[in-house]
């Protein structure tokens, strides 16, 4: 299995960035996906998952309003709109796919999910 991130990069508070996750090995739809991220410092932070058939979605509470998750299925990509950045969401941001129903994936660590990509870096200048 393999997932790959792409789409971070430097942007102003306020702006926007769409990141993109390509998956391949592994049948897409059957596999929830989920965004986390990891700050400097930090622990690495769930922020929005989504489940196979896309009915299901979850967001982090800082997220909410900002943040859209989304998958396309016949592209077995997941991508995360990110608007109205703000300095805190600097980070370096991962996607992750597991089997497991999506409500034991945002109410479990992060470090349980079965698959992790390499991550992109978000930075959110002031």
């Known amino acids: 299995v393999q997932l790959q991130a792409s789409g971070g990069g430097l942007v102003q508070a306020g702006g926007s960035l769409r990141l993109s996750c390509a998956a391949s090995?592994?049948?897409?739809?059957?596999?929830?996906m989920g965004w986390y991220r990891r700050a400097s410092g930090k622990e690495r932070d769930f922020v929005a998952a989504?489940?196979?058939?896309?009915?299901?979605?979850y967001y982090e509470d800082s997220v909410k309003g900002r943040f859209t998750i989304s998958r396309d299925n016949a592209k077995n990509t997941v991508h995360l709109q990110m608007n109205n950045l703000k300095p805190e969401d600097t980070a370096v941001y991962y996607c992750?796919?597991?089997?497991?129903?999506?409500?034991?994936?945002?109410?479990?660590?992060?470090?349980?999910?079965?698959?992790w990509g390499e991550g992109t870096l978000v930075t959110v200048s002031s």
């Open positions: 090995g592994l049948t897409f739809s059957s596999y929830s």
């Open positions: 989504i489940s196979g058939d896309a009915e299901s979605i």
């Open positions: 992750a796919a597991d089997y497991r129903p999506l409500i034991v994936i945002v109410t479990t660590t992060p470090d349980d999910m079965h698959y």
